[in-house]
Structure formats: structure tokens, C-alpha cells
């Protein structure tokens, strides 16, 4: 980077831009070159194909014995024919080739004695006007050793000094080797033409582009950054020394514009930087007097000061002995007589706390003896009552217990009543269903009857038919014995039929007769399942709502009995708290006692008129056991809520001593705690 250093900015920002952008169109010129060069091997390879699907096509169709093969692409996969003639007397075929293609195209045949490809048509014109026919391929090229191993060969050939891209399509006779070759060429000059002219159209637009973008580099270079040597210039002035030079190009919003404000801010602090140098050596000489004068002032200050440092020392001193009359009566100098005050007004609001503190603690050793004694009335009153509560407890598992069992045989039997209710309504249909097989068994008694006295007609009939063809029969006399003899059996016959029907008919009224009072018998069943059906809903019923009843009755005594649990747990609670409520009362006792003692050790002005009150015991009530349903009295309550309100000032009091006298601060705090736990 240091070369670069040896040049002007612009010029090597302009240089630099301008070797990147022909870097630049120089390697998208060769991209796209790349590009056009594959497109023009596609395209010579696409005009191959097409050359050789055309002239195909007329040498199948002109060419006697020939078949091609097509490729699923649409291109030549295979010829065969059967022969290629040896003479072409009219070249016809290879011309409408030329003519369709536009390109040439030749068909070469096998010579076996020569063991060469000989040209038997084409459409390719020597320079002497006739055409390239009767000459050989050539074993020494390229597309001989290809063409028969029966490959297809593409690539570049020169024709008559003229180039080609080609393709040689080797033709099969039907047993398989190679007799011939299918020619398709196109003209090289035409694809690299093409290829010159966009090549040369890409170098011309790029050099323009370069040209433009240089002008435009330039331009741009010298107006951003042209403004920087005239700053350098301008920085240069004032490092030597001239400060009165203007700054240019401040207006700008860049980074130049931005350097410009900056040289300016320097040009300005340097100039103050003069004029206070100046101010400095003015201002020397006064400094001098001025300083001796505060010395002097300082001295006396200082002596003033330690006078009033001796005197509160002394008030502190006493203070620290715990003589609270102690007061400073001499004035101090200027501002320190406020400390004077004020120490004495501390002295006085000290003394005041510590009066009303004595006062207080005694008070306090009065109370808690108080709450000492109820708080152990609370506490055994406490046990008995979680006491009977865990015996509630226990009475009142045992009876969910049994009201669990209870729900659960009730809905056993809930279950037994259900299931009988539907055996019942079972029932009463087979009844219902037996009273319809009943109606239709007298129903067919009946249709029974009526043909019986059918019968018993046709037998009358016959019986009367029978009478008069042995009538008759008589009457014929010896002819008709014969036919007497069956009227008699036919009248014997209506006679058995008569009395069978008679029998029949007999029977069938006594089977009626039973059906009909069967059919009763199982209507009055039917009646009883129907009533037993009704007594067994009903039964359902109440068993229904005994189970719920007793369902609702097991829940309610869950809750119950868990409410009891919760009660036992919270009396048990409560009997801890007592516990500790009582040892924290007795802490505070004794608290207040060494509390008493601290305050006495401290000689205040109202000392020999204070009265000397100490705690009182009161007597300690008798203590009565209660049953568990019945209240505990209000009494250990009342004796709180008093240690409460009065442990709020004494709280206060017991801090503001253990400010102002370190010496009792530990047994302060600790008093403090004690209040703060209770």
C-alpha cells in the first residue's frame, strides 16, 4: 500500500477504479465469449443433425432397400440398405439434399481392393466447376478409423480448402459391417462469422464502456475528493503558525466537509490557547499577593476552629461518661456556633427521650409480666383445644368411614334393583307376548270349528247321496247290488266322518274352553308382573335417592372432616406460636429489665424527681379447662393487643438510644430484636 502513498489521492483513486473496471468488462467479455463459442458448437451441432435428419429421409425414400433408425430424440440412430450403387447417373438426390439444407452432403461407398470410402455422390463443386465425385476418403484422416469401427463421427474438416464442421453417419448392409458413409457438412466460415462479428461488437461496446466509465471515474474522483489537498494545504499553514487562515469546503456534508469543521476547531482552540497563555502570565502576579493573604485568613480560621473542637470534645467527653446536664455556653466564631447549638439542642432532646424511656420501660416490665402470664393461659387452653379437635377428628373418620360403606352398599343395591326392573319388564313382555300367542291359538279353535261343521254337512250330504243310491240301486234290482253295496260304504264312511267330526268338535270346544281360560290366567299374570314391575320402580326409586342421600352424605363428611384435619393443623399452629410467643414474652422481660439498667446508668436533670415505678406482677388467673366446642376467652387478646401498643414506642426509643451511644449499642439491638421478633 506504501506505493500508492507516492501519488495524489485523486489520481490514484481514479487509476485505481479505472484497472478494476476493465478487469471487469475483461472478464465479462471473456464470459460471454465463452458462452457464445459453446451456443456456436451447439448450433453447428444442431445444423449437423438437421443436415443429416434431411438428407436421411430422401436417400430412405430415393435410395431403393434403405431403412433408418431413429433416436428417441429425433435424430439418425441407424442406416441400412442393401446396396449403394456403384454409378449415379443423375445426382438428383444429393442436389434436393443441398437445395433442402442449404449445406453439403456426400455418399461415399466401400471399395473392398481398395479398402477405402470413394465418393459416389455430391453436391460439393471443385474450383474446375465439376463435382468432388470418384475420389477417396482417405485412410489416413481422422473419421476412417471411426466410421469402420461403425461409430459416428463429428468434427472439423477441411474440403477443398474450405472448412467444415462435418458428421459421417456410417450406412449398414443387413448382415452388419459398413458399405457406405452418409455425409452432412456445414460451411465453418458461416458459424465463425458470426462468432467474429459478436465478438467484435462485445470488444467494441466494452472498450466504450471503459472510455465513459474512465470520464465519468474522473470526474467524479476530482469533485469528491479534489477538496482534500486544499485542506492539506490549508493544515499545513497552520501548523506553522498562521492561525488567521480560513478553513474551506465546511459546508459539505461528507467526511470532507466533516475534516474541514474539525481543522476549523483546532484553528479556534489553538487561538484561545494563545490568549489564555497571555491571560496566565497577567494573572501570575497577582496570584502571588492573593495567596498570602489567604494564608493569613486560613491561620485564624484554623485557630477559631480548634477552640470550638476543644470545647465539644469536653461536652462529648462528658457525654461519653453519661452525664446528660453537660451544655456549652461559649459562643463559636462564624458557622460553627450553629454546631454549638445544635449539640446543645441534641443534649436536651437526649435527655427528654431518655426521661420518657425510663418511664416507658418501666411500663413495659409491667406488661409483659401481664402477657406472660396470659400468654400461658393461652398456651394450655391451646393444647386442650387440639386436643378434643383431634379427637373430633378421629370420631368424625370413622363415621365417613362407615358412611362410605353404607353409599357403596346402597348403590349395590341400587344396582340389584335396576337389574330386577329390567328382568321384570322382560317378564312382562314374554306375558304379553304369550297372551297374543293365546288370542291366535282361539282364533285358529274357532276357524277349527267352523270347518269341522263343514265336514259334519259334507257328511250329511254324503249320507243323504248314500240313502238314495241304495234307493236307486234297489230299484234296479239285480244290476244294481253292486253299487248298493257302495252307497252302503260310502253312507258307513259319512257316518264315521260325521262322528270323528263330532269328536273333533268336542275336543276342539274343551281346547277352546282351556285356551280361553289359560288366556286369563296369563292376562291376571300379566296384571301382576305389570303391578310387581311398578312395586320394583318404585323400590328403584328410593333406592335411587337413598344412595344419592348417602353419596351426598359421604361428600358432606369428607368436607367436614377434612375442614377438621385443616383446624387440627392450624390449632397445632397455633399451640407452636403460643409456645413461642410465650418464650419471646419472657425474652422481653428480661429485655426490659437490662433495659432498665442501661437507662439508670445515665444522670439526667429530672434524675432525682423521676418516680421509681417497678412491674407489678399481677395475679395469675385460674386456669380452666374448656371443651373443645366452646370459645377460649378473649383475655390472652387483650393482653396482646396492649404488649402491641405499647412495644411501638419503646421500639422507637430503644433505636434512638442505640444511635446516640454506641457504648449501649449491643445490648440496644439486641433489646430492639427481642421487640421485633415478639
Do not use: C
Request: zero cysteines; glycine letters at 6%.
Amino acid at each position: 500500500m506504501k506505493i500508492f502513498s507516492r501519488f495524489g489521492i485523486v489520481k490514484t483513486v481514479t487509476t485505481t477504479t479505472v484497472l478494476v473496471l476493465m478487469a471487469s468488462l475483461a472478464v465479462v467479455s471473456w464470459v460471454i465469449s465463452q458462452n457464445i463459442a459453446t451456443r456456436i458448437s451447439e448450433q453447428a451441432i444442431a445444423g449437423q443433425n438437421a443436415s443429416l435428419r434431411t438428407a436421411a429421409t430422401i436417400v430412405e425414400r430415393d435410395l431403393p432397400g434403405t431403412a433408418i433408425t431413429w433416436g428417441k430424440d429425433g435424430n439418425v440412430q441407424r442406416i441400412v440398405t442393401t446396396a449403394i450403387p456403384a454409378e449415379y447417373a443423375s445426382h438428383e438426390m444429393i442436389d434436393t439434399i443441398g437445395r433442402m439444407t442449404g449445406q453439403t452432403a456426400t455418399i461415399f461407398a466401400w471399395d473392398p481392393a481398395s479398402q477405402d470410402f470413394w465418393r459416389k455422390t455430391t453436391n460439393i463443386i471443385k474450383p474446375d466447376g465439376k463435382r468432388a465425385v470418384g475420389t477417396a476418403l482417405g485412410q489416413k484422416g481422422a473419421v476412417y478409423p471411426v466410421v469402420t469401427k461403425g461409430g459416428t463421427y463429428r468434427g472439423e474438416a477441411v474440403i477443398l480448402d474450405v472448412p467444415y464442421y462435418t458428421i459421417y453417419q456410417p450406412i449398414f448392409a443387413p448382415t452388419g459391417e459398413v458399405i457406405g458413409i452418409l455425409y452432412a457438412g456445414v460451411r465453418a466460415a458461416e458459424i465463425d462469422s458470426m462468432a467474429h462479428q459478436m465478438a467484435w461488437a462485445i470488444g467494441t461496446t466494452a472498450f466504450a464502456v471503459l472510455l465513459l466509465g474512465a470520464v465519468i471515474i474522473a470526474l467524479i474522483a476530482r469533485r469528491i475528493i479534489g477538496p482534500l489537498p486544499q485542506l492539506t494545504a490549508v493544515a499545513g499553514e497552520m501548523a506553522s503558525g498562521h492561525l488567521d487562515v480560513v478553513v474551506p469546503h465546511g459546508d459539505l456534508g461528507n467526511e470532507v466537509g466533516a475534516l474541514a469543521r474539525v481543522l476549523d476547531v483546532f484553528r479556534e482552540n489553538a487561538q484561545q490557547k494563545i490568549e489564555l497563555e497571555r491571560r496566565a502570565v497577567e494573572n501570575t502576579a497577582l496570584g502571588e499577593q492573593e495567596r498570602i493573604e489567604r494564608e493569613a485568613l486560613k491561620a485564624e480560621e484554623a485557630r477559631r476552629t480548634q477552640a470550638a473542637v476543644d470545647a465539644l470534645a469536653s461536652g462529648l467527653h462528658r457525654l461519653s461518661e453519661g452525664d446528660l446536664t453537660v451544655r456549652i455556653d461559649q459562643s463559636f466564631d462564624g458557622g460553627l456556633d450553629r454546631l454549638r447549638t445544635d449539640f446543645n439542642h441534641s443534649i436536651d432532646k437526649l435527655n427528654g427521650t431518655l426521661s420518657q424511656l425510663r418511664n416507658e420501660t418501666l411500663g413495659i416490665e409491667a406488661s409483659s409480666a401481664e402477657m406472660r402470664s396470659a400468654s400461658q393461659d393461652l398456651s394450655k387452653r391451646t393444647e386442650q383445644q387440639a386436643s378434643s379437635l383431634e379427637e373430633a377428628s378421629a370420631a368424625l373418620e370413622e363415621i365417613t368411614s362407615t358412611v362410605r360403606s353404607s353409599s357403596a352398599k346402597a348403590d349395590e343395591a341400587s344396582t340389584l334393583a335396576m337389574a330386577a326392573r329390567k328382568s321384570t319388564e322382560g317378564s312382562g313382555k314374554v306375558v304379553s307376548d304369550a297372551i297374543e300367542a293365546m288370542s291366535r291359538i282361539e282364533n285358529a279353535s274357532a276357524e277349527i270349528s267352523k270347518i269341522i261343521n263343514v265336514i259334519d254337512e259334507i257328511a250329511f250330504q254324503t249320507n243323504l247321496l248314500a240313502l238314495n243310491a241304495g234307493v236307486e240301486a234297489a230299484r234296479a234290482g239285480e244290476a244294481g247290488k253292486g253299487f248298493a253295496v257302495v252307497a252302503q260304504e260310502v253312507r258307513e264312511l259319512a257316518q264315521r266322518s260325521a262322528n270323528a267330526a263330532k269328536d273333533i268338535k268336542t275336543l276342539i270346544t274343551k281346547s277352546g274352553e282351556e285356551v280361553a281360560g289359560g288366556v286369563s290366567l296369563v292376562r291376571e299374570t300379566g296384571k301382576a308382573l305389570q303391578e310387581i314391575a311398578g312395586q320394583v320402580a318404585a323400590i328403584n326409586d328410593h333406592i335411587a335417592a337413598i344412595a344419592t342421600a348417602a353419596r351426598e352424605q359421604s361428600a358432606g363428611l369428607n368436607e367436614i372432616s377434612s375442614s377438621v384435619n385443616h383446624m387440627d393443623q392450624f390449632t397445632q399452629k397455633n399451640a407452636a406460636m403460643v409456645e413461642e410467643t410465650t418464650a419471646v414474652t419472657h425474652r422481653l422481660a428480661e429485655s426490659a429489665t437490662t433495659l432498665s439498667g442501661l437507662v439508670a446508668q445515665f444522670r439526667t436533670s429530672d434524675t432525682a424527681a423521676a418516680p421509681t415505678r417497678r412491674a407489678t406482677p399481677t395475679p395469675t388467673p385460674t386456669t380452666v379447662s374448656a371443651p373443645a366446642s366452646v370459645k377460649a376467652p378473649a383475655a390472652p387478646r387483650t393482653a396482646d393487643t396492649t404488649s402491641r401498643a405499647v412495644s411501638s414506642p419503646a421500639r422507637a426509643m430503644v433505636g434512638k438510644l442505640a444511635n446516640a451511644f454506641p457504648s449501649a449499642g449491643a445490648a440496644s439491638a439486641a433489646a430492639s430484636a427481642d421487640w421485633e421478633e415478639f
